[in-house]
């Protein structure tokens, strides 16, 4: 798993982390360890075979937890949290984003209230008229998110 690789994880766990509405401090230092991961010039991977953890740790933005987390993504492909996250939060939630009109807020409201995981759920939620009923969508945003959605299936 190259550096690119594990700071895109990184960055999915803090989309899925945005989306639950999870504290705001953990979801920044997701994004912080990615960035500094992605930029990195020696490959995670023979850092973490070497020196372990104490090794990941001289990355700025790298502490114990997230050494961790790099560890077990280098030997097994995946770590215990992004497992448990993605559990209860598919991944496909964080394709919502992707839509203009649709941010982490709206987002997490058709997760947690609608149980919308995919832009499967929000298509077929918004062709049942769904959008009209959730807080802080007006009917603009819902035309907005109605247009990308057909776009989007159309491509």
């Known amino acids: 798993m190259n550096n690119e690789e594990i700071a895109r994880r990184f960055n999915r766990m803090a989309g899925l982390m945005e989306v639950r509405g999870e504290d705001p401090f953990r979801i920044r230092s997701y994004r912080m360890a990615a960035e500094a991961i992605e930029t990195w010039p020696v490959p995670l991977e023979g850092i973490a075979r070497k020196d372990g953890a104490a090794g990941l740790q001289e990355i700025p933005g790298v502490g114990k937890a997230i050494a961790g987390k790099i560890l077990e993504l280098v030997d097994r492909g995946t770590f215990d949290a992004w497992e448990a996250l993605t559990s209860e939060t598919p991944e496909t939630v964080l394709d919502l984003l992707e ?57």
């Open 99 to 155: 839509l203009p009109g649709v941010g982490p807020k709206t987002a997490a409201t058709l997760h947690q209230k609608f149980k919308i995981a995919s832009l499967d759920d929000l298509k077929k939620f918004a062709e049942g008229g769904g959008l009209e009923t959730v807080d802080g969508i007006g009917p603009k945003t819902a035309e907005r998110i109605k247009a990308n959605l057909s776009r989007s299936s159309a491509g």
